[in-house]
């Protein structure tokens, strides 16, 4: 594989040179995005390799056995892979990819398509000498390799990890064409780990320890604040991701998992946890990652200007998979509509479906396994005789909490919030099976 | 003792099945509760001992795994700083951390704190929380506490050398980013633990602790809503006049070339502050000079990567997801001054 050359460029380096070329205004730039996310990453057809033919790569041997020690995908899906939106951050170290959530094929983000998120560039750690250091309002403070961390009782659980700022363009407008880029902050993947509080059992809180102050290795020496209440509940110190070591863009070699919150809040690279008696308030958690609110809601005046702090749990949320902009409907027939959702509360209930704009739902069937805050895949079959519809799925928590509309969320905080966007979204299937991203 | 019985008796001490009191109710933790032993593959003529598993229960913290951590190794990482505890020690006052952040911050950050490119603004924006398309969130309008300047500039900056700062120069530019915001009036006053408590942050009465779930739909499922109040808005045509500042706020600046972009992103961490002995935008001479080999022989050093006497220039500025085309833009764009 590694002597062969993808068969399609980069999108996102094809979206660049479309933009240096052109010198083209943002406008038709996202534009162009949108066309060109139609590029299917397969060669052209030989009438030879279809029947009655038979097919070339049958008709001598295949490479050897373990011809690449490290498996790696078809070179069919060249294009299946992280990208960046180029001009969002500052620099590509304090940055963000996204998942490529429309060639997603279960309720799993394999290690090399799990969105990545770093705050000061992706450190490489040798895990021999990295050490996790737990002191502060403790009896007897520790610190300890990653062969002593491995001794404790581990588990294995699925969750899923959404960065709090997935969705953030759309706050004002449809901004961004592609589900890649309005969704693609998250991933899901069965996570190994000690349970924390065997940890914080270890070393004895003391009673005025309240908070836990969580560290990373990296350059940004990423940080947050916990509550003692999460630290004690489902919060893991994990090594393992999808059945191998995490992967270095997840927090290679140890990294923290706070189920259902913030994804920063499961601070990768984990060095240092303190326990203290209040939050450390963090940049992460004041000047960044805070809910800046105007709400258009003449009973809430009091709230204009105001900022939520510790906004922890990711809501309820639910987007179609398919069909999406990246994967437009070829011709009139029966289709299964495909999605995803899940919710920082719990398990997933219910997810409902609507062909109008959200007049009317019809409830989908939800897919294989329901697990505590974990992508949950639903699906409904249509039938498309080539009408526009305007798609859209809502997602219900077993709480009960029903996913908002826009219009709700802007009710409830404005448009100046960046994060914690978890709106209905609604995609637009034209005439020709092209698929938009539209806001009702 | 014969040598049966003392293997026996090692097999019981070594074969023991962990009964976690810890995670009683974990059924994951069943899964580990057997451990074999190297005892029992100890070669005997007599028949294997049958393991006697004897469960043990481990108390709470009963693990011992680790080493004490010494009061040196923890002072080394402390490094967070809170609101009024965990004050670093050392000094400094606004005075003294003008040349510093002239220095190492305003590259990107602005002589003024008014940012550079798309890199944080520091100063300003105060009165703006409350404006519904243009909120200017900065340290002086938005930032809660000033342990958090101090923590943050001490923990990560300047970006490419984080934790490189003493003390008294995290005081002393902290007291400077406050200064740029009209916070600290007095260039001369001493920033330190002491004075710290003197120090208001004008919006640390803005935040609330979040009361979700603040929206509440309901699962209709039936008419909705009137078909007549859909108004469907395409990608890009936006939402009112907000559509424009979203592409204000999140996107290139309109106007600049692709060249600064490039630049902006990955090459100015070192030609912006003259790291690695990269030469900086205004260093005409050097350019000067440099431009003597030809621009098509600057454009292949950048792509290529180069080192020379002074430093080194790593490929594509080390952003290997540049085009050929990117990286000389951005060349182009960083001798746009400069007399070829």
Redesign the interface.
């Known amino acids: 594989m590694s002597d062969e050359k993808p068969i399609v460029e980069n999108n996102t380096e094809t979206l660049l040179k479309t933009q240096s070329e052109t010198k083209t205004s943002r406008r038709k730039f996202l534009g162009q995005a949108a066309a060109v996310s139609t590029v299917v990453a397969s060669g052209s057809v030989a009438a030879s390799n279809l029947p009655p033919n038979v097919p070339a790569w049958q008709k001598t041997l295949g490479k050897p056995v373990n011809s690449n020690p490290y498996g790696q995908p078809s070179k069919y899906e060249a294009d299946v892979i992280r990208k960046r939106v180029p001009w969002l951050t500052p620099d590509s170290i304090a940055s963000i990819s996204f998942t490529p959530l429309a060639e997603i094929k279960g309720m799993i983000s394999p290690n090399g398509l799990a969105f990545e998120r770093d705050h000061g560039g992706l450190p490489t750690i040798d895990p021999k000498q990295h050490r996790l250091m737990i002191h502060g309002l403790v009896e007897k403070p520790i610190i300890l390799t990653m062969e002593d961390i491995q001794r404790f009782p581990n588990v294995s659980r699925i969750h899923f990890i959404e960065c709090p700022a997935n969705s953030a363009m759309e706050w004002k407008g449809p901004q961004v064409g592609r589900l890649q880029f309005t969704h693609g902050m998250t991933n899901c993947c069965e996570w190994t780990g000690v349970p924390l509080k065997y940890i914080l059992e270890e070393v004895g809180i003391k009673p005025e320890g309240k908070w836990l102050y969580a560290e990373g290795a990296d350059s940004a020496s990423m940080s947050r604040s916990i509550p003692m209440e999460k630290a004690m509940d489902d919060t893991l110190v994990v090594f393992g991701q999808n059945g191998e070591a995490l992967r270095p863009e997840q927090g290679y070699p140890l990294r923290l998992l706070t189920p259902g919150w913030e994804g920063n809040t499961s601070i990768k690279w984990l060095r240092r946890l303190e326990v203290t008696a209040e939050p450390s308030y963090q940049r992460e958690e004041t000047s960044k990652y805070t809910d800046l609110i105007n709400p258009n809601d003449p009973d809430k005046k009091d709230l204009i200007g105001k900022a939520y702090m510790f906004s922890w749990i990711m809501e309820a949320k639910a987007i179609i998979t398919f069909p999406c902009p990246e994967k437009p409907l070829k011709g009139h027939g029966k289709y299964v509509m495909n999605g995803l959702a899940w919710t920082g509360t719990g398990k997933i209930k219910h997810v409902d479906v609507s062909f109008d704009g959200g007049i009317n739902w019809q409830e989908a069937e939800l897919n294989g396994l329901v697990l505590d805050k974990c992508w949950t895949r639903f699906s409904i079959p249509f039938e498309w005789n080539g009408e526009e519809l305007l798609i859209q799925s809502r997602a219900t928590g077993e709480d009960g909490y029903v996913q908002p509309t826009l219009a709700q969320l802007r009710k409830a905080r404005g448009v100046s919030s960046i994060y914690h966007n978890n709106a209905i979204h609604t995609w637009k299937i034209n005439k020709n099976g092209e698929v938009e991203s539209v806001q009702v | 003792m014969s040598k049966s019985n003392s293997l026996l008796k090692l097999s019981s001490a070594l074969i023991v099945a962990?009964s976690?009191s810890?995670?009683a109710n974990?059924p994951?933790?069943e899964k580990?509760q057997k451990h074999s032993s190297a005892a029992s593959t100890t070669t005997s003529s007599l028949a294997p001992a049958v393991p006697d598993y004897h469960p043990i229960s481990i108390k709470?913290?009963?693990?011992?795994?680790?080493?004490?951590?010494s009061k040196e190794?923890?002072a080394g990482?402390?490094?967070?700083?809170?609101?009024g505890?965990?004050l670093p020690p050392g000094e400094g006052s606004a005075a003294d951390g003008e040349d510093l952040f002239d220095e190492q911050c305003s590259s990107?950050h602005g002589s003024f704190g008014e940012g550079v490119?798309?890199?944080?603004v520091l100063a300003g924006g105060e009165g703006t929380?409350?404006?519904?398309?243009k909120?200017e969130?900065t340290?002086g309008s938005?930032?809660?506490?000033a342990?958090?300047l101090l923590?943050?500039t001490h923990?990560?900056m300047p970006?490419p050398s984080?934790?490189s700062l003493t003390w008294d120069e995290t005081w002393s530019l902290s007291a400077y980013v406050l200064y740029l915001n009209d916070i600290i009036e007095d260039e001369e006053f001493v920033f330190n633990a002491e004075s710290y408590k003197d120090i208001h942050m004008p919006n640390e009465d803005?935040?609330?602790?979040?009361?979700?779930?603040?929206?509440?739909?309901?699962?209709?499922?039936?008419?909705?809503?009137d078909?007549a109040s859909?108004?469907?808005?395409?990608?890009?045509?936006?939402?009112?006049s907000?559509?424009e500042?979203?592409?204000e706020e999140?996107?290139?600046v309109?106007g600049h070339?692709?060249g600064q972009?490039v630049y902006?992103?990955?090459c100015?961490?070192c030609h912006g502050n003259g790291l690695a002995g990269a030469p900086k935008l205004d260093d005409v001479l050097t350019w000067e000079n440099r431009l003597k080999q030809g621009l098509s022989q600057v454009h292949k050093h950048a792509i290529d990567g180069f080192k020379g006497q002074y430093g080194v220039m790593p490929p594509r500025g080390g952003?290997m997801?540049l085009?050929d085309?990117?990286v000389k833009?951005a060349v182009d764009f960083m001798l746009k001054d400069i007399e070829k």
């Open positions: 962990l976690l810890a995670c974990e994951q933790s580990q709470k913290g009963g693990f011992n795994l680790g080493k004490e951590a190794e923890i990482w402390h490094i967070e700083v809170g609101h505890h965990n990107c490119g798309r890199n944080p929380l409350s404006d519904k398309l909120p969130r340290v938005y930032w809660p506490y342990s958090t923590d943050y923990r990560a970006f984080a934790q803005g935040f609330v602790r979040d009361k979700r779930p603040d929206t509440h739909n309901t699962r209709c499922m039936k008419d909705c809503k078909p859909l108004n469907v808005k395409t990608a890009l045509l936006g939402y009112g907000g559509a500042d979203v592409v999140t996107a290139v309109k070339e692709v972009k902006d992103a990955t100015r961490l952003n997801e085009t085309e990117e833009a």
